[in-house]
């Protein structure tokens, strides 16, 4: 620990602890978060999230302090968002990817989206002419992640496969009937 006035000889903090209403141990990692603080040792971010933390821990009102420390929060600058045309771009590898969302996140690697992408050019056919590499890729992620990657698990990465590639022929059917419909 650090030095502070405000730091007992049990680890307790007073500022936290009076805006707490009890007892609030802190940690090495806090008072160092503190003392870098525009107001060190004082009513600040970390101190009330301390304080918060305590009172809802003991089910305690938090209005207050919430209230409190949206005040100290420093101001977001209201960005527009960015949105990625890829993401929204119709193609095998997008209903592959919303199929697989519900239980795996997207690589670390940037694999993921890439495939999508590659996916995604090649078409309906070109996914039809390379099941077996998406496949792979499939299990290969599935390796990776340490999730099964047997033979049971490839008939069902190959069923996925094929199954968004026919759900993306199906929605372009679909939209082509719409946009073509005579009357």
Not at 50 to 55: D, I, T
Not at 117 to 131: A, F, I, K, P, S
Not at 141 to 152: D, S, V
Not at 159 to 166: G, K, Q
Request: glycine share 6%; with cysteine.
């Amino acid at each position: 620990m650090i030095y502070c006035p405000h730091l007992t000889p049990d680890n307790q903090c007073e500022v936290a602890a009076g805006m707490a209403g009890c007892k609030v141990r802190t940690s090495p990692a806090a008072c160092n978060a503190c003392q870098n603080e525009t107001n060190p040792r004082a009513i600040n971010v970390v101190t009330i999230g301390m304080a918060l933390v305590n009172k809802r821990r003991r089910k305690r009102d938090v209005g207050e302090l919430s209230a409190m420390l949206a005040n100290y929060m420093p101001d977001r600058d209201e960005l527009p968002a960015t949105l990625k045309i890829a993401d929204y771009r119709p193609g095998p590898g997008n209903e592959l990817k919303k199929m697989l969302a519900w239980f795996a996140k997207p690589s670390e690697t940037r694999n993921c989206e890439t495939r999508v992408e590659t996916m995604n050019d090649w078409g309906v056919e070109g996914c039809l002419r390379n099941v077996d590499t998406i496949t792979e890729w499939l299990l290969e992620e599935a390796q990776l992640r340490g999730m099964p990657h047997e033979r049971f698990t490839r008939v069902i990465a190959k069923s996925l496969v094929n199954t968004a590639i026919r759900r993306n022929k199906g929605s372009r059917t679909q939209k082509l009937a719409i946009t073509c419909d005579p009357s």
